[in-house]
């Protein structure tokens, strides 16, 4: 049984008390499918470089060498993957290794070894659509 | 996937040409040798970018189990935890002699190797070198998380791959001597003079390192303007940016200006400043450390385009006919121009002031802060050094965030007051009864709460800061710090015949953040059009990153509107913590949705049922009834009656729930309240702009009950 009362200047202001049992019944609200927003990796295959999980590494000083590097890999058909890719790994350490703090800073913000790290990304403010997705279905099918 | 085999502890111990001081794909200097390893690392970035991560944020996400833990350890009364003292765990790495060793000690972060180094000579709290603008080290002081089994394998993977990183940066640091300044000792206190009174950086000196034409120029250099030419080079990899900055410091963000900066004991110096994450992790409070940005002279010719960034240097206006902005010389007073392809402005906001300090400003202004930048922050800290009582004028986010961390720091040896003109902290923001509600928790941090008064006399006595209230009460204080509200900084408007909304305030924009051709404006000082939820402009975080990086977009090519809502956050203490999107206003009617177990529910019903004041409250066994106040049954509410009403209110538990701002009984806001990890939820509700008859039905969707 929930509660409710109001307060505030014209009783604008109404409040309700809901216990979990009031909550396990089924919402009678249905919400539509968000747009599920990209990755790293877009629907047709290619890179997205916006995508906040590369930091600065593909806007930075050594930007252009690290998608070289990193096209190259994802477009790699050899085997083992990207064993093809020498000349443009080599250019871009060339690159990285004129930025030692940069580039260092970005593997301590990258590979944080906190293992709990990736799925907090999706917590913090912003969530991927993707897991809203989940979420939402996850509620949709408790109705 | 497990690389726990022999070939593994050589990445530990990588050969002597092997060794940079780098990144974790540096350590691959031989392709062909660790080839297995690039895809492992590929496939990690990639997994890790499924969960679309923003890097900016310093929320934290509450639900992490290590919250509790954070929060007990840094909230304890005792104080602040000290990150130098969890130096000491770096020492066990070096006697690992098994790579599961070093996994098992976990996230050693290289440039931690430095501060043991240091820190052995002396035992103040070091500074990092200074060669070294965001040194990020590890705190992991302690008895944190074992890896949980699902991500255990991960957990090695990156622990063997730091590690060696951590090796690299050892050897470099420590056997090559990398860095010369680390023996230099800073003593904040004896700085204090000298950071409160250095003069503005100008970087460059002259105006004969601009050039004079720029392809990306960006006015302003905060949070929008970083997210703007972050959104730049991403859609245009070799991008030419110049940021123009009046403050000297490179692209910094605020939000943890009055939090967790002050956890610190002691404060860094102002370019390397950093701040304890909620996982523990120091961060820089720098996006981006200094190296990353190039030299204004290296800009014109670079193939790869770059970023640069002026300090100290100011627009006096643009001409969006030529599209050229032009800059004033400081030394001859001068302007001299700059053509661009696209401008953004991103020229934020600055703190309001009370004509009541205005009027004796002379006399007060050593001692009164109009909180904003790190220079503020400068000043604040070491004034507090000396005082003993502060001052906080203003109830609303920045003054309530404030008074808290200040109360928690330094009760009871300093005393911490904060007034403002409403009932209650944040009073503008939060209904009535929650407004209250927060206050009772702000005073629980240890400030002396005064609400309900004006400050109407400001006077200087004895070196202090004499305020009479309008209850009739004085309050002296050592530092005053005025926290009412913020102005757009439109200045470059009028010179520049650009549009400002004169109630709003801010440049006029439409929904894709044009104010002219090929001219920008994004964050604080941008009043653009939402399509959901009309004309408006914000001043949070979020929304600067949100609007500088569809700026950007834009003005590389994109033609989007602004659809992506924004949010925001605010923590005050361990209770209260919360997360907002919309149009959050206290004018506005709301209905909230609080949790209630369900045996304090039953408690409470049988005592209501027994309050003569029963009239304004209904028991309701079937959740469809429409809940809009007016079908509530309510004798008309006398104000005594209401007083009650607040009083038993106030006993109420207000802990977790949900409130919705509602205008013509369609939701435009929502504040998430102590609930974490739904604002996509909340988002999705917003774009419906759907009346709902319960909102109590659409609560459930949120499941306020879960973790």
């Known amino acids: ?143 | 996937m497990a690389i726990l085999n022999s070939r593994s502890v050589e990445i530990v111990r990588p050969s002597a040409d092997c060794l940079r001081p780098a990144p974790w794909l540096q350590l691959i200097v031989r392709v062909n040798c660790f080839q297995k390893e690039i895809a492992m690392l590929f496939r990690a970035i990639r997994s890790a970018a499924r969960a679309d991560r923003l890097c900016w944020s310093t929320r934290p996400p509450h639900s992490h189990p290590g919250w509790q833990r954070f929060y007990a350890a840094t909230y304890k009364k005792k104080g602040p935890a000290d990150p130098v003292n969890s130096s000491r765990k770096t020492s066990d790495l070096f006697r690992a002699k098994t790579s599961q060793d070093i996994t098992s000690i976990a996230s050693p972060i290289s440039l931690k190797i430095v501060q043991v180094r240091s820190s052995s000579s002396q035992n103040t709290s070091h500074a990092k070198p200074p060669s070294v603008p965001s040194a990020t080290f590890s705190s992991n002081s302690s008895n944190e998380k074992p890896p949980e089994k699902s991500n255990l394998l991960r957990n090695i993977i990156y622990g063997l791959v730091i590690a060696a990183a951590s090796l690299g940066g050892v050897y470099y640091f420590d056997v090559l001597g990398g860095n010369k300044d680390d023996s230099k000792k800073r003593k904040p206190k004896s700085e204090a003079e000298t950071r409160k009174s250095r003069p503005i950086i100008r970087n460059p000196i002259s105006r004969d390192a601009f050039p004079e034409k720029m392809q990306y120029v960006l006015i302003g250099g905060g949070t929008a303007s970083f997210a703007a030419f972050r959104a730049i080079k991403s859609k245009d990899p070799t991008a030419k940016v110049l940021v123009i900055s009046a403050e000297d410091s490179i692209p910094y963000m605020r939000p943890p200006l009055s939090k967790e900066i002050w956890q610190q004991k002691d404060l860094p110096p102002a370019d390397i400043l950093s701040f304890r994450q909620w996982n523990g992790q120091e961060r820089s409070l720098f996006y981006e450390p200094a190296d990353f940005y190039m030299n204004i002279n290296e800009l014109g010719s670079s193939e790869n385009g770059g970023v640069a960034v002026a300090t100290g240097w100011r627009v006096s206006r643009i001409e969006p006919l030529t599209s050229t902005v032009f800059l004033k010389d400081p030394t001859t007073d001068e302007e001299f121009p700059i053509e661009y392809n696209k401008c953004l402005i991103a020229t934020g906001s600055m703190p309001k002031n009370l004509p009541v300090f205005e009027k004796v400003w002379d006399a007060v202004s050593s001692q009164t802060i109009l909180y904003r930048n790190i220079r503020d922050l400068e000043n604040l800290w070491y004034q507090i050094q000396n005082a003993k009582s502060i001052a906080i004028v203003g109830g609303g986010f920045l003054g309530s965030e404030l008074a808290c961390s200040l109360g928690r720091k330094y009760m009871p040896d300093k005393k911490v007051f904060q007034m403002f003109k409403e009932p209650g902290n944040m009073g503008r923001v939060l209904p009535e009864y929650l407004s209250k509600w927060t206050t009772n928790k702000v005073i629980e941090e240890g400030v002396t709460v005064i609400p309900d008064v004006e400050v109407q006399v400001v006077q200087k006595v004895n070196n202090q800061v004499l305020m009479k209230l309008s209850d009739d009460s004085i309050v002296n204080a050592d530092v005053v710090v005025v926290a009412v509200g913020s102005e757009p900084c439109t200045q470059l408007a009028e010179p520049s015949y650009l549009e400002v909304e004169p109630n709003i305030g801010g440049f006029l924009v439409n929904a894709e953040l044009e104010a002219r051709s090929n001219l920008y404006v994004a964050g604080d000082a941008a009043c653009f059009y939402d399509p959901i939820l009309g004309r408006r402009r914000v001043e949070h975080h979020d929304h600067a990153v949100v609007s500088g990086r569809l700026a950007g977009e834009n003005m590389a090519g994109s033609m989007k509107p602004y659809k992506h809502q924004s949010m925001f956050w605010s923590d005050l203490g361990p209770d209260v913590g919360y997360e907002a999107i919309g149009i959050i206003d206290a004018d506005l009617p709301t209905v909230s949705v609080f949790t209630k177990d369900s045996e304090s529910g039953k408690k409470q019903l049988e005592e209501r049922s027994d309050e003569k004041k029963s009239d304004n409250i209904q028991k309701e066994t079937v959740p469809e009834v429409l809940s809009s106040p007016s079908e509530i049954s309510s004798i008309s509410v006398s104000e005594k009656e209401e007083k009650t009403e607040m009083k038993s209110n106030s006993d109420q538990d207000y802990s977790k729930g949900i409130i919705f701002y509602l205008k013509d009984d369609t939701v435009v806001g929502i504040v998430l309240w102590n609930v974490f990890n739904r604002m996509h939820i909340a988002r999705q509700v917003l774009t419906q702009r759907k009346k709902y008859a319960d909102l109590n039905e659409l609560a459930k969707l949120f499941n306020l009950h879960e973790e």
């Open chain 1, 1 to 143: 049984m929930s509660i409710r009362s109001s307060s505030g200047p014209n009783d604008k202001d109404l409040v309700i008390f809901a216990t979990k049992e009031d909550h396990a019944v089924p919402s009678t609200v249905t919400l539509p499918e968000p747009e599920p927003s990209p990755g790293l990796i877009l629907s047709n295959g290619d890179i997205n470089w916006n995508c906040p999980c590369l930091g600065g590494m593909a806007t930075g000083p050594c930007g252009v060498q690290f998608r070289e590097a990193f096209s190259c890999f994802h477009y790699s058909e050899a085997e083992p993957k990207g064993s093809d890719c020498y000349e443009a790994f080599s250019t871009m350490q060339e690159c990285m290794t004129k930025y030692p703090t940069l580039y260092n800073r970005e593997n301590n913000d990258d590979d944080e070894s906190d293992p709990m790290k990736f799925e907090n990304m999706e917590e913090a403010g912003r969530s991927s659509e993707q897991s809203a997705n989940e979420n939402l279905e996850k509620s949709v099918a408790k109705n």
